[in-house]
């Protein structure tokens, strides 16, 4: 009987990266790499990633699926228009994040000239405009569009927003010559949340349009389809763990937090409603699957900035250095941002950054509490996603995968009773996902999920929770 | 004269309990039968800062906003209500406020005068039937319904 197979490929900023999938065992057989070569020719690093995929496999079979995400070339760059910047606006937000898209801005009520040639100027690769509820308030995007439409704005636009005047939307943006296209309404009705067709529509926008515009399909005989974002792909990862299949059970609400070199990203599956008797919840109802991306909390790029907001004190002391010896690993990260830990210092150091880019970021992520007094007496109230009985906490990321104390690191993400209001999870398993996975996972769940499931289960590693306290001990101050 | 459903569900109205109250009862019979009447409702419930209202009534192009207050604070919660809808552009939106507005024994003419010195187009006493908020609504926008039809 012949291997069952499946090639999935990451084209990623920095590498492109493949893994070669036993889909009978659900099992990787072989890891391969190559550099990022997208802003020459794709196929140069892809090529050397696959040499050394043959190498590793001593030949490469006939692949049953190859299947691709991407975060080449700068993800997939995206700005969102909106009407009020807590509703339609952040509804926009929520659609475009969850698509795995990479924010680089976000805009409520009317755009000025001035936005508007911003705008243009960032050149994202789509953007999103919504605004109005269904029937609601028509004159805010119809004076957007027009704004964008007379700036010339030159990329594709998914309109999402009041489908009264969705039509005379589209008809201002192909005046102007621009690809546009409609969604559903993020927000049909006021507070109604409807973020998934928006989702759908800019995954096929990334295939039809941005696969070319960045270059990736010159390498389009060697697979068979890029599917969507690399985001999108741990996302659609987590949400076939927490679901499972007809065969393998879910493991129910989960969370992913991926420490990267630049942001730290967190992956929420769960409806984050109150879990106490008598919580009011307010504001935006929350996406059941839902993705944050921390800008300032990266494990290079934003080392500094993890330092500076702990306080370089505070973080020294945390971390058990001076602060002169902070300074210095500091200078050596800023010197070389591909820096790999080597001394047993420096290690110690990338794990307390981040244990704090964990914490903070999961913090950010998770819904509070608040008391508020009423004359009745004291209410709470909830804003965001309570994550208290989330089950499972997913660390990825090198600095979880190879760092020494990925459980002290990932239990960071912990609920802590000296923030009580903070709703983060109170009693989760704790995984590391060793095999860098999920985004595998994420792509073979579309055309096998029951290899994906098990991909997916073969490569996540409980951490015993047990020994979190015996991190504390630390090795003398270097 | 009554308008008809058709006309109704053309007028989309904000209803909710502002400030620190609670008190969501009186709101909700108020809000389901004004959508039974064949309004366009939009329920914010209890607790709601008052700029909240005023956020909804721009998402959904609002023509009104109804404001409950049960505890005797209102007074306080409104002031200011009308500049904040100016401020935000809806100058011509409907204002209507009522429930137990203000506390002790007040004259209710002086209370509704209050109100209406406030930016209120209309003021409701304690013990309002639904119908008569219904009936006030086909009133103020009769003209803008008919004025559409023309």
């Not at chain 1, 919504?130 to 569009?145: F, P």
């Not at chain 2, 505890?71 to 100016?86: K, P």
Request: glycine share 10%; with cysteine; charged share 25%.
């Amino acid at each position: 009987m012949t291997l069952r197979s499946a090639l999935l490929i990451d084209f990623g900023s920095t590498y492109t990266k493949l893994r070669a999938v036993d889909l009978d065992a659900g099992a990787i057989i072989a890891a391969g790499q190559g550099p990022s070569t997208v802003t020459s020719d794709i196929n140069i690093g892809m090529d050397a990633a696959l040499a050394d995929l043959e190498t590793r496999m001593g030949g490469l079979p006939t692949f049953d699926h190859r299947l691709a995400s991407s975060s080449a070339a700068g993800g997939l760059a995206m700005i969102t228009v909106g009407l009020v910047k807590e509703l339609t606006a952040e509804a926009a937000r929520q659609a475009a994040l969850g698509a795995g898209a990479k924010l680089i801005g976000a805009h409520a009520y009317k755009l000025t000239d001035k936005d508007a040639a911003a705008i243009i100027s960032q050149s994202p690769d789509i953007l999103l405009l919504a605004g109005g509820t269904d029937g609601g308030n028509e004159e805010t995007i119809l004076w957007n569009a027009q704004k964008l439409a007379d700036a010339s704005i030159n990329c594709p636009v998914i309109v999402a927003g009041n489908r009264v005047v969705a039509d005379d939307v589209v008809e201002i943006m192909k005046s102007a010559n621009v690809d546009v296209r409609t969604s559903e309404n993020v927000m049909p009705e006021f507070n109604v949340l409807n973020v998934e067709p928006a989702r759908a529509a800019i995954r096929d926008v990334f295939i039809e349009r941005i696969v070319h515009a960045k270059g990736i399909d010159k390498a389009a005989e060697r697979f068979d389809a890029v599917l969507m974002p690399t985001p999108a792909a741990v996302m659609d990862g987590a949400k076939v763990l927490a679901q499972g299949s007809d065969d393998i059970d879910g493991l129910g609400n989960l969370i992913i937090v991926d420490v990267g070199g630049a942001t730290t990203d967190v992956h929420s599956i769960g409806d984050g409603k109150p879990t106490a008797e008598g919580v009011l919840q307010y504001g935006l109802p929350e996406p059941y699957a839902k993705r944050t991306v921390e800008g300032d909390l990266g494990m290079r790029h934003n080392a500094r900035a993890i330092v500076d907001a702990v306080g370089a004190e505070n973080f020294a002391a945390e971390a058990g250095f001076t602060a002169e010896y902070v300074e210095a690993l500091l200078q050596n990260i800023d010197a070389d941002v591909e820096r790999i830990p080597e001394t047993e210092a420096e290690a110690m150091f990338d794990s307390a950054l981040a244990s704090n880019a964990v914490s903070r970021a999961i913090a950010r992520h998770a819904g509070r509490i608040e008391i508020k007094q009423s004359v009745t007496g004291p209410v709470t109230v909830q804003y965001g996603k309570d994550l208290t009985t989330t089950g499972t906490v997913i660390g990825t990321g090198g600095v979880l995968v190879h760092g020494h104390t990925p459980e002290k690191t990932l239990a960071a993400a912990l609920y802590d009773d000296r923030s009580p209001e903070s709703l983060r999870p109170k009693n989760p398993t704790l995984m590391i996902d060793r095999g860098y996975a999920l985004y595998a996972a994420g792509l073979l769940a579309a055309v096998d999920k029951f290899a994906a499931l098990k991909l997916a289960h073969n490569s996540l590693t409980p951490l015993d929770s047990t020994n979190k306290e015996t991190t504390h001990d630390r090795p003398p101050a270097a | 004269m009554s308008l008809e459903p058709d006309q109704r569900s053309k007028i989309t109205l904000v209803t909710g309990v502002i400030g620190a109250d609670t008190h969501i009862v009186g709101n909700r019979i108020l809000s389901m039968a004004l959508e039974k009447e064949g309004f366009n409702v939009v329920t914010l419930g209890a607790l709601t800062p008052s700029e909240d209202f005023i956020k909804a009534a721009i998402e959904t192009a609002a023509d009104a906003i109804l404001v409950s207050s049960l505890y005797g604070q209102g007074e306080l919660d409104c002031r200011g209500f009308r500049d904040m809808c100016v401020e935000a552009g809806l100058e011509d939106i409907v204002l209507y406020v009522g429930g137990n507005l203000v506390v002790g024994k007040q004259s209710w003419e002086e209370v509704e005068q209050r109100f209406q010195d406030m930016g209120f187009d209309r003021a409701f006493p304690p013990g309002t039937r639904t119908d008569d908020v219904a009936a006030h609504l086909d009133k103020d926008f009769a003209s803008k319904v008919s004025g559409e039809a023309a």
